[in-house]
C-alpha cells in the first residue's frame, strides 16, 4: 500500500496478551518484510521463527513501549540495510510459489 512506500520504519506491534498471537502469522508480517524497509515487531512466539533481531528485523519486548521507543531510537545510530536485505530474502521462502512446492514435495514423499 501507499503507507508502506511512504514509511521508513514498519512496526508490528503485537501483543503476547492474545490468543491469536500465540499460533498464527499475520501476512502483514510477510508483507511488511517484501517491503524492503526496517522491521520492528514485538517478540511474540509467532514471530519468533521467523524474524531474528539485528539479523532481519528488529525486536521489542511485547507490551512494553519503552522497549518499543528504545529500538526505534536505536535505528538511528547504524545502517540497517543489510537487515533490510535479509528481511527481503528470508520472505522469499514464504511465498505462495515456494509453499506450493513444499506441498508437493511432501505429497509426493508420503505417496
Known amino acids: 500500500s501507499s ?10 506491534p503485537n501483543s503476547n496478551n492474545y490468543i491469536e ?7 502483514k508480517l510477510f508483507e511488511y518484510m517484501a517491503s524492503n524497509r ?3 515487531a514485538s517478540d511474540i512466539n509467532t514471530f519468533n521463527p521467523i524474524l531474528k533481531d539485528g539479523i532481519n528485523s528488529i525486536i521489542f519486548e511485547s507490551d512494553n513501549e519503552i ?8 535505528l538511528a545510530k547504524f545502517n540497517h540495510d543489510k537487515i533490510i536485505d535479509n528481511a527481503y530474502k528470508d520472505v522469499i521462502y514464504f511465498s505462495w510459489g515456494n509453499r506450493s512446492l513444499r ?4 505429497m509426493n514423499k508420503n505417496h
Do not use: A, G, M, Q
Open 38 to 40: 526496517i522491521i520492528v
Open 67 to 74: 522497549s518499543l521507543s528504545n529500538k526505534i531510537k536505536s
Open 103 to 106: 506441498i508437493i514435495d511432501f
Open 3 to 12: 503507507y508502506i512506500k511512504d514509511s521508513d520504519i514498519l512496526i508490528l
Open 21 to 27: 498471537n500465540k499460533y498464527t502469522s499475520p501476512l
